[in-house]
């Protein structure tokens, strides 16, 4: 009998592994994902926001959303991605509880902190 323990690589079924697609509990980037395909405008305008908590793959779930089928969401997704101010790349975005404010950090060792368009506010 083999005593040995899974490791991360393993095929052993973990509990969160259980967690279907369909799953209101999904979490993180494959939450976003999901509210992307299938969400409403706003589920979508919301997960785009979350997104950028997740460096670049969230930046690039982001610039993917400049092709959504939602006029909406793709101008959402350009008002996100225009962010200038910063000389270098963008390392981390948070949005204000209030939704009034987005600051951005940029390895530049700037913080921004920006008004966040009305047509954001709401959707």
Known sequence: MNSEKPTDNSD??????????????????????????????KQKVDALLEA????????????????????EVRESALQLCTLQG??????YVAMSSDR????SYSIDRTIKIWGVPESLKYL
């Open 12 to 41: 052993v079924m973990r509990e969160h592994d259980l967690v279907s697609s369909s799953s209101p509990a999904l979490e993180g980037l494959e939450g976003i994902r999901y509210r992307l395909r299938g969400g409403s405008t």
């Open 52 to 71: 950028f908590q997740y460096g670049h793959k969230g930046i690039d779930l982001v610039i993917q959303a400049l092709g959504d089928d939602v006029r």
């Open 86 to 91: 910063h000389t270098a790349p963008i390392g």
């Open 100 to 103: 009034n404010f987005i600051a």
